[in-house]
């Protein structure tokens, strides 16, 4: 089963306002997906003060927004389908690479 439970908190990928994208190659990784419907849920302490989390996966070259539902300015969640394996979580907006942010990646 491919589910990501990461906390932003600790992540040695993102800069020191706990911005930047991980992947499947970063620690703490966002793991590969086999295709299919999955949640993608976040919370804990994101910012209110414009932190975005946005889930993309990789079309040919490039890696696309999955949709607007799955971009989340606070805590929450959406259910996704995908035929893409390989997917990638941006953050922007953060002001605080101590906020303890919560993200699941999980197969509904």
């Known amino acids: 089963m491919h589910v990501t439970n990461i906390n932003l908190a600790s992540s040695g990928a993102l ?9 499947s190659q970063t620690t703490p990784k966002i793991n590969n997906i086999n295709g299919g419907t999955y949640c993608f849920l976040a919370s804990g302490a994101i910012p209110a003060s414009g932190c975005t989390l946005t889930l993309q996966h990789k079309v040919g070259s490039n890696y696309v927004d999955i949709g607007d539902d799955a ?12 035929s ?11 002001n605080a690479l101590s906020n303890s942010i919560d993200v699941v990646i999980a197969p509904v």
Do not use: E
């Open 84 to 94: 893409q394996s390989d997917i990638q979580l941006v953050i922007a907006g953060n």
């Open 71 to 82: 971009v989340l300015t606070g805590p929450g969640g959406c259910v996704f389908t995908t």
């Open 15 to 23: 800069d020191s306002n706990g911005n930047g994208v991980l992947t």
